[in-house]
């Protein structure tokens, strides 16, 4: 019988490398995306020998309506991942309400109402399982991320609370932390600047996506079968 998971954000770099990796544990795959259809297609295409079924899902998660359009196109459903996000950069002071209102919707709002709606078909399966992408700025904090560093936080609030609520109904509820890793969101940084970067961290290199989606996976597995409510920190030492 096919497992489905619903992966947000698939078509960007930690989203593709969960995917892929989903794809060849055996899982068939809701690939949600909202304008990089290209990003889609090639992950379609890496994708496609493992046999399972893949289907693309178009839903802009930053409108008030978002969430249902999405939820109104996923049926069965083993697994959630919750990974659709943007950065934002910026004091404090300079943010905007516009982009405060759109942080807050795409980061807590689309996954706390998406969650929801999808709360009756995970417990259908009576092993349901949830993980949320966060970041080690919603443990720690980050100057010039202060917007960033809430939601962040507020997300793993959210995957302590719901944790707590879902387990009668055997569906489990953890997040991952993923420190500094190398994906479009750093190339904003000089050469100069990562080195310093990586010479902070404790491991001496940033992370990749796939580390980030072995995490994913190991939490979605039946190997953390006594595991919810959980943060497990991907970030080589940083700032622990």
Known sequence: MKKFALV???SGAIGKAISIRLASAGYSLYLHYNQNQQGIDELLRKIGSFGGEYIPVKADLASKTGYLDLANQIFSIDAIVHNAGN???GLLEDLEEEETDALIQIHV???LLLTKKLIPKLRQKQNGSIVIV??????????YEVAYSTVKGAQLAFAKALSKELAPSKIRVNAVAPGAIQTPMVEGF???ELEAMASEIPSGRLGTPEEVANGVDFLLSEQSSYITGQVLAINGGWLT
């Open 190 to 192: 000089t050469l100069e």
């Open 87 to 89: 950065a934002l950069y």
């Open 8 to 10: 947000t954000g698939a």
């Open 109 to 111: 709002t689309a996954p």
């Open 134 to 143: 966060s970041s080690i700025w919603g443990q720690t904090g980050a100057s």
